[in-house]
C-alpha cells in the first residue's frame, strides 16, 4: 500500500470514553487529573475534539463538567454546529471509564494513534521528496530526517504519566540543588573531568547545548579535544565533527597527548625512546570511542543527517562541533543573523532530541570584552539565547591576576611550557552557577587542560597524562 493510501488510525470509542469520564464526575477539579496528560490534537474527530477542549475549559474555570457546559462552551466557540444532538452526549456517558488509571490507559492509546497519524503525514512528505528530481542526494535526506524529526519534536515536551524517579531525573533535582549550590553529578550529568568545571556546570548535561569560546590562538579546539580523550577514557562517546582541521591532523594531536608528548620536541630530537612511547599511544588511541566527520563545507542539514545515521548505528555520548562559526545551511534568508539563529535552533533541537549534550566551538570576536563576555560572541543574540551554557577561556598570568592577549599567551607557554587559564562561566540555564573555574593547559603534552590547584609547575607534562592513562587502563 503506498503512503499516499494510507487511512489515519483513529478510535472514536477510546475518544468518547475519555470525555465521558470528565463528564461523569461531579468533582470540579476532575480535569485536573488529564492536565498536560491529554491534548485535544489526539482526538481525530473534529466534534470530538473540540468537546474534549470545551470540557477542559470549564474544569479551568472551576465548572462543573456535564453535557449542558461542554454545549454552552462549544455555542460559545462558535462551534454549536458540532454538536450530533442529544445523542451525542449520551453515547459519551455510555462509552465513559470509571476510574483515572483506566482513562490514562486510553489516553495513552489516543496519544499512539496521533504519533501514527503524524508518521503517516511524515510519509506523504517523505514521497513528496522522493518525486522532486531536482533535489541531490544529501538534500532528499536532509529533507526526509527534518520531516521526521518534526514527528518527534511536536510530542517532545508531552511529559506524558511519569514516575517520581522520572520527574526528579528529568530537571527536577537541579532545581532543587540550584536552591543549595550542591556540586553532585547525577546522572542526567557526565563529568568533565575537571573538578573546579564541574563545580560550576555539574557537567555535560544531556540535552544541553554548551558554547566555548577563547580569543584566536588560546586552545578552544584543544580543549574539546582533550575533553573528548577524558570521555573515552570513561568509556563515554564522542562523535567530533572537525570544520577548520582534518581528522588525521586531530588525531595526531590526541597520540601526543596520550603519549605525554610535544610534537615540536619530537620532531626536533626524534628517538628510539619517543617511537616506542608513540607506537603504545596509538595502540590505546586505536580503542578510544571517538568518531570524526571532517568537512570544509558543513552544513547543518548534512551533519544531522550524519547525526542520525551514527545513532543508527551505535548510541554516542556526546557531539562535538568544532568550528560552530563555520556551520552553513541550504536554506535562504533575509536578514544575516537568521542563519546563525537557525543553525543554533537545529543543534538544540539535536540535543534534546537524542539527549545528548552537544560542545559548540565558536569563534570570539575580536577586541577586549571583559566587560559583557556574552557580546564577545559572533551572532552574539541568537547564539546566547539558545545556549544553555556559555564559557569563554582567557589566559592570565601565572598569579592569576592579569589577563593576558593571545600572543602573550603563547609567549608565555613557550617559555615555560605551561599558561594558566580561566574558564569563565557566564551562563547556565538550569542547575549549576556562573563563576570560574582555575585551570591549566600543559602545552608539554599537546595542550591537555588541568585543575590549576591538582597542579604543579614541577609536573609540567606529568600530571594531565598520568590521569589518562590511569583512568584508561582502569577502564580495561
Not at 563515554?236 to 565533527?241: E, N
Not at 617511537?275 to 558543513?298: T, V
Not at 565558536?362 to 563576555?373: F, K, S, T, W
Given at each position: 500500500m503506498k503512503p499516499l493510501d494510507l487511512k489515519p488510525p483513529?478510535?472514536?470509542?477510546?475518544e468518547m470514553a475519555v470525555i465521558g469520564y470528565l463528564m461523569r464526575q461531579a468533582d470540579p477539579s476532575v480535569y485536573s487529573k488529564l492536565e498536560g496528560v491529554a491534548k485535544p490534537e489526539y482526538f481525530f474527530k473534529?466534534?470530538?475534539r473540540y468537546a474534549f477542549d470545551a470540557a477542559m475549559s470549564v474544569g479551568q474555570s472551576g465548572g462543573v463538567i456535564t453535557a449542558h457546559t461542554i454545549e454552552m462552551a462549544m455555542k460559545s466557540r462558535g462551534l454549536g454546529d458540532y454538536i450530533d444532538g442529544p445523542d451525542f452526549f449520551t453515547a459519551c456517558k455510555e462509552a465513559a471509564v470509571g476510574n483515572v488509571d483506566d482513562v490514562h490507559w486510553f489516553v495513552a492509546e489516543l496519544r499512539k494513534l496521533y504519533l501514527r497519524r503524524q508518521l503517516i503525514e511524515a510519509s506523504k512528505g517523505i514521497v513528496r521528496i522522493s518525486n522532486n528530481a531536482e533535489l541531490e542526494e544529501a538534500d532528499m535526506i536532509g529533507a526526509a530526517l527534518e520531516a521526521i524529526m518534526a514527528?518527534?519534536?511536536d510530542n517532545a515536551d508531552d511529559k506524558g504519566v511519569r514516575s517520581i524517579g522520572e520527574i526528579i531525573e528529568g530537571g527536577l533535582r537541579e532545581q532543587i540543588d540550584a536552591i543549595t549550590g550542591l556540586a553532585s553529578v547525577p546522572m542526567r550529568y557526565i563529568p568533565t573531568g575537571l573538578d573546579n568545571l564541574d563545580f560550576l556546570i555539574r557537567g555535560w548535561r544531556k540535552g544541553g547545548l554548551y558554547l566555548i569560546t577563547a580569543p584566536t590562538g588560546l586552545g578552544k579546539s584543544l580543549f574539546v579535544q582533550d575533553r573528548a580523550l577524558f570521555l573515552a577514557a570513561t568509556?563515554?562517546?564522542?562523535?567530533?565533527?572537525?570544520?577548520?582541521m582534518a581528522d588525521e591532523d586531530v588525531v595526531t594531536r590526541q597520540v601526543f597527548m596520550v603519549a605525554g608528548m610535544d610534537e615540536h620536541d619530537v620532531r626536533k630530537d626524534p628517538?628510539?625512546?619517543?617511537?616506542?612511547?608513540?607506537?603504545?599511544?596509538?595502540?590505546?588511541?586505536?580503542?578510544?570511542?571517538?568518531?570524526?566527520?571532517?568537512?570544509?563545507?558543513?552544513t547543518i542539514e548534512k551533519l544531522e543527517v550524519t547525526i542520525h545515521q551514527e545513532m543508527r548505528r551505535g548510541r554516542k555520548d556526546v557531539i562535538i562541533v568544532d568550528h560552530f562559526h563555520e556551520l552553513r545551511t541550504e536554506r535562504k534568508f533575509s536578514r544575516a543573523d537568521e542563519p546563525l539563529e537557525y543553525i543554533a535552533g537545529r543543534l538544540k533541537i539535536i540535543a534534546r532530541s537524542?539527549?545528548?549534550?552537544?560542545?559548540?566551538v565558536?569563534?570570539?570576536?575580536?577586541?577586549?570584552?571583559?566587560?559583557?563576555?556574552n557580546a564577545a560572541l559572533k551572532g552574539t543574540s541568537a547564539l546566547e539565547q539558545k545556549a544553555d551554557v556559555i564559557m569563554f577561556f582567557q589566559a592570565t598570568s601565572d598569579d592569576g591576576e592579569t589577563y593576558l592577549t593571545p600572543d602573550e599567551a603563547r609567549q608565555r607557554a613557550?617559555?615555560?611550557?605551561?599558561?594558566?587559564?580561566?574558564?569563565?562561566?557566564?551562563?547556565v540555564r538550569s542547575g549549576g552557577m556562573t563563576g570560574t573555574a582555575d585551570l591549566v593547559m600543559d602545552w608539554k603534552v599537546g595542550g591537555q587542560y588541568t585543575d590549576w590547584d591538582k597542579w604543579s609547575p614541577l609536573n609540567v607534562g606529568r600530571i594531565a597524562r598520568s590521569n589518562l592513562l590511569n583512568i584508561r587502563n582502569s577502564a580495561t
Open positions: 483513529c478510535d472514536t470509542n477510546y473534529e466534534n470530538l514527528v518527534g519534536q568509556a563515554h562517546s564522542s562523535l567530533v565533527f572537525t570544520t577548520e628517538s628510539e625512546y619517543y617511537g616506542f612511547e608513540l607506537s603504545h599511544a596509538m595502540n590505546i588511541a586505536a580503542d578510544m570511542p571517538i568518531y570524526f566527520k571532517d568537512s570544509a563545507d558543513l537524542y539527549d545528548v549534550p552537544v560542545l559548540c565558536v569563534q570570539q570576536n575580536r577586541g577586549n570584552h571583559e566587560g559583557n563576555l613557550g617559555e615555560q611550557g605551561w599558561v594558566r587559564v580561566k574558564a569563565r562561566v557566564t551562563k
